[in-house]
């Protein structure tokens, strides 16, 4: 029997257009792997389109709020349909990244210091020492993160906030950019991120050429080695399933694996041209396609 499967796309985050990419090219891969596939920009109507077309399978290609961060999942475990990627609760705890940084810290992960704080303490005076990184609690993509590296600063600088009433500060890790995709608990592979610019931002992880993706990432092997498996033991300390991404950065500064720190946890990792989990894949021999299918093969609901 032919399978059909449902693509969910854009949505309503600030990562909809990335999302609308990932989207379309999930959903032609999985037409040229013989499903049958109906792409749903997902709205606030979503179950009820869902409940019209009752597909067999759900791909969740949304990025972001409302759509990695448990809600969605969440509908379709109402619904007793099966998805991709991780169920409601490691959706949520991933999404909520002070939560996700106290759990990784409690299974013995390594962490950047840092501090809650609710927007409107973030004055003109310094939270920590510069240099460090102020993000929202929860966004994807870099989506709203800044970084200050001069007393001359303010936390914010000159621009509006509206990501929410909380953020993360951290100290910043100086270094190099690791990322490395979990599939089915084992790492796919390393990569390392040179952005051209000084920060991995929304721009360089999606336009062309904004930053070079060196895979596998030119590192020493034990470096390699414990950055797999920080994110293997990230990945099941959130309790995710299917494929998910860990980013982490390298300070070389530092003795052998002591400067690698785990930055966050991302349940559902682009799946555009320039993606970093698909990149990977290739790497390790597994087409789009194939990667796609073992998606959707794995699928599962929590109901």
Not at 231 to 236: G, L, T
Not at 251 to 269: A, H, R
């Amino acid at each position: 029997m032919t399978l059909h499967v449902a693509v969910l796309m854009g949505g309503m985050s600030a990562e909809r257009e990335v999302s609308l990419s990932s989207g379309r090219a999930c959903a032609d891969a999985l037409r040229g792997e013989g499903y049958v596939v109906t792409e749903i920009d997902a709205g606030a109507d979503l179950g009820a389109r869902l409940a019209e077309i009752r597909p067999d399978v759900v791909f969740n290609a949304l990025h972001g709020r409302f759509g990695e961060d448990g809600c969605v999942q969440g509908v379709m475990n109402l619904m007793r349909l099966p998805y991709t990627h991780s169920g409601v609760l490691a959706s949520a705890i991933a999404m909520d990244k002070p939560v996700a940084k106290r759990l990784f810290a409690a299974a013995g992960l390594p962490v950047a210091d840092g501090r809650v704080m609710m927007i409107d303490e973030l004055g003109s005076d310094h939270p920590m020492p510069v240099p460090y990184v102020v993000k929202p609690a929860q966004e994807g993509s870099s989506v709203g993160v800044r970084i200050v590296r001069d007393d001359s600063e303010t936390p914010l600088g000159n621009r509006s906030w509206t990501h929410g009433p909380m953020v993360l500060v951290e100290r910043y890790i100086p270094g190099h950019e690791l990322t490395i995709g979990v599939m089915d608990g084992r790492p796919l592979g390393i990569t390392e991120i040179r952005p051209q610019q000084s920060f991995y931002d929304y721009e360089a992880k999606y336009t062309d050429g904004r930053a070079v993706h060196l895979v596998p990432a030119p590192v020493p092997e034990a470096v390699a080695s414990r950055a797999m498996e920080i994110a293997v033991a990230a990945h099941h300390a959130l309790g995710c399933r299917g494929v998910s991404r860990s980013d982490l950065r390298w300070d070389d500064s530092l003795p052998g694996t002591d400067g690698l720190i785990l930055l966050e946890v991302n349940t559902q990792p682009g799946m555009t041209p320039l993606s970093l989990v698909p990149e990977q894949a290739m790497a390790a021999g597994i087409s789009f396609g194939e990667l796609v299918r073992w998606m959707v093969e794995h699928a599962a609901c929590d109901a």
